[in-house]
């Protein structure tokens, strides 16, 4: 009588788990979820504010300049379990000081993502360009600037994302003026309104002809 081995049974997602109060170093980590085999296309991937220990002699890095690195390194782990597509990435990263801009496309970029929860304040909308080649849904944490509003709504904004079908906007600090916010919101779908019928446009394969998605649904949340 034949025996095959059990073929181990892959992951769908990835969930780190609960914040924790200490950092974790890179060893650490893997000694922990090494042993886990993921599909190449996961449900959600998920991360509370984890911060990395510094390996050896590495040089430190003021991260209040540069901003953190630490999720890199994580994402950088799955694309070496075989991962490439994700639906869902939400990563806690409100503290101070928050992850670059740099850190963000380095960690995303070699992913096609579908829905990005990136909780960082005021996301620069180059980076969501730069890794948005399948993003449909973004959920942007706003600190209550209107040059931030603007600079997602301008010509060279989220509108630069044509794949967009989703905009969730989410206002973590309050204006002093509820008419000032009022008159904001309204600027800004007007703008991105504009913005998405001029934009970028993309080529169906099918048919080679440049054409854009239908408008985004815009849900701003004080």
């Given amino acids: 009588m034949l025996t095959y081995p059990c073929r ?4 769908l997602w990835f969930d780190f788990g609960p914040a924790r109060a200490g950092a974790i ?3 650490e980590f893997r000694k922990h ?3 886990l085999q993921f599909d190449r296309v996961l449900q959600y991937v998920a991360f509370p504010r984890v911060q990395l220990k510094q390996q050896g002699d590495a040089p430190v890095v003021d991260e209040r300049c540069q901003g953190r690195q630490d999720m890199a390194f994580f994402f ?3 694309w070496g379990k075989g991962v490439r597509r994700i639906i869902k990435v939400i990563v806690d990263d409100l503290g101070h000081p928050p992850h670059s801009d740099e850190a963000i496309e380095k960690a995303l970029k ?4 579908e829905i990005l929860d990136w909780r960082r304040l005021d996301l620069d909308p180059v980076t969501l360009e730069t890794i948005g ?5 973004v959920h942007l944490q706003w600190s209550g600037r209107n040059t931030v509003l603007r600079s997602w709504s301008e010509p060279g904004g989220l509108a630069n994302t044509p794949t967009l079908e989703m905009i969730r906007i989410v206002q973590t600090e309050v204006l002093p003026c509820p008419r000032c916010l009022s008159v904001l919101k309204r600027v800004f779908r007007l703008m991105l309104t504009v913005m998405t019928e001029t934009g970028p446009k993309l080529t169906r394969a099918d048919s080679q002809k440049s054409c854009r998605l239908s408008r985004p649904t815009i849900q701003i949340m004080a």
């Fill in 33 to 35: 979820f090494g042993h």
């Fill in 76 to 78: 950088d782990w799955l």
């Fill in 8 to 11: 181990a049974e892959k992951e």
């Fill in 25 to 27: 170093t890179q060893a």
């Fill in 133 to 137: 080649k399948g993003l449909r849904e």
């Fill in 110 to 113: 070699p992913f096609d993502v």
